[in-house]
């Protein structure tokens, strides 16, 4: 069946690092990809999509680009902050009418001040 | 619209008791979903509704678990009777029909079953 992998966690950085988080998908056909954010307490929210490959989703700094050929949609940002620290999901969501989705394990991201 | 409402936020119940978790997706959604997650297993998906009829069923994980969906703007989840291992954070998520469109969350529900 479908899966995603995430890079194992928990990731601690500081303030204005440079943040990468992989995620590799195996799926039948050409599922739509997903990262979403859960904040402590809170639920997940969409923090941005890809539909189709090469596509490249982004939003609040994320940016993710949906690569066929390696299966991957690697989640980047240029400089974190301490409102970043969340954990991170990548998900995929197969063709079918229900869209439903499948998550990798999640990744916990601290950022110190 | 205040987006996917669930209820409880926390519940603690003795073990062999009845719990009952409840949802009210967005109105106008087509899809709803219930997910549960652990540390061990992540995000599991139990079941979905399209239409208030249930699809998929395949992720509960005993006959102890059961979800109705009565009308469009009410869905519960009920554990019947209850065990340690059902500790969890149940997730209720919605959609609408067309494609490509993101699943909402609610806030989700932390059961602990002592």
């Known amino acids: 069946g479908d899966s995603v992998t995430q890079m194992e966690g928990p990731v601690t950085l500081s303030e204005e690092a440079f943040l990468t988080i992989n995620c590799t998908y195996t799926a039948t056909g050409y599922p739509s990809l997903f990262w979403y954010v859960q904040y402590p307490g809170e639920g997940l929210q969409l923090l941005l999509k890809a539909t189709k490959a090469d596509d490249k989703g982004s939003n609040k700094g994320f940016e993710a680009t949906y690569r066929k050929e390696t299966t991957s949609f690697h989640l980047e940002k240029g400089s974190v902050q301490v409102s970043d620290s969340a954990v991170y999901f990548c998900?995929?969501?197969?063709?079918?009418?229900?869209?439903?989705?499948?998550f990798g394990q999640g990744t916990r991201l601290t950022i110190n001040p | 619209d205040a987006g996917v409402i669930q209820s409880p936020r926390h519940e603690v119940t003795e073990m062999g008791q009845e719990v009952t978790l409840r949802c009210k997706p967005i109105?106008?959604?087509?899809?709803l979903f219930w997910y549960r997650q652990t540390m061990m297993r992540g995000l599991e998906l139990l079941i979905y509704f399209n239409n208030n009829v249930p699809i998929d069923d395949s992720g509960m994980p005993e006959d102890r678990f059961s979800a109705k969906m009565p009308n469009a703007s009410f869905s519960t989840l009920k554990i019947q009777p209850s065990e340690p291992r059902d500790s969890a954070v149940y997730f209720c998520?919605?959609?609408?029909?067309?494609?490509?469109?993101?699943?909402?969350f609610g806030q989700g529900t932390r059961l602990t079953v002592v």
């Open positions: 109105s106008g959604h087509d899809y």
């Open positions: 998520a919605s959609r609408v029909r067309q494609g490509n469109t993101e699943a909402f």
């Open positions: 998900a995929l969501s197969d063709r079918g009418g229900a869209q439903k989705l499948v």
